[in-house]
Nanobody, 122 residues
């Protein structure tokens, strides 16, 4: 069992930056593919980014590519999402997830955090 806790959300102006963290406990996540998802009010949850267990492979949605960076520190059992050049449309609850897959695209996410809220003002 893995327990995931997100932090780092908040209110930021458009063009600003935030770094989200996802701390895992219960067991090591060093073998898991880790992902970030988001859900805006009234919308379906959408994929944001994923990173392989080694950190060598990453994958981003088109909407955040070039602005967001996913990273991990397996020694700290933590995954990060650096968000730059934020836009009002990035406003959402952000969730991290742990899962398994042959690559960072086809992943079965089994564990989810409770989310952290990000609000980007215009």
């Amino acid at each position: 069992q893995v327990h995931l806790v997100e932090s780092g959300g908040g209110l930021v102006q458009a063009g600003g930056s935030l770094r989200l963290s996802c701390a895992a406990s219960g067991r090591t996540i060093s073998s898991d593919v880790m992902g970030w998802f988001r859900q805006a009010s009234g919308k379906e949850r959408e994929f944001v980014a994923a990173i392989s267990w080694s950190g060598r492979s990453t994958y981003y949605s088109d909407s955040v590519k070039g602005r967001f960076t996913i990273a991990r520190d397996n020694a700290k059992n933590t995954v990060y999402l650096q968000m730059n050049s934020l836009k009002p449309e990035d406003t959402a609850d952000y969730y991290c997830a742990a899962g398994f897959g042959a690559n960072v695209i086809s992943v079965e996410y089994r564990y989810w955090g409770q989310g952290t809220q990000v609000t980007v003002s215009s």
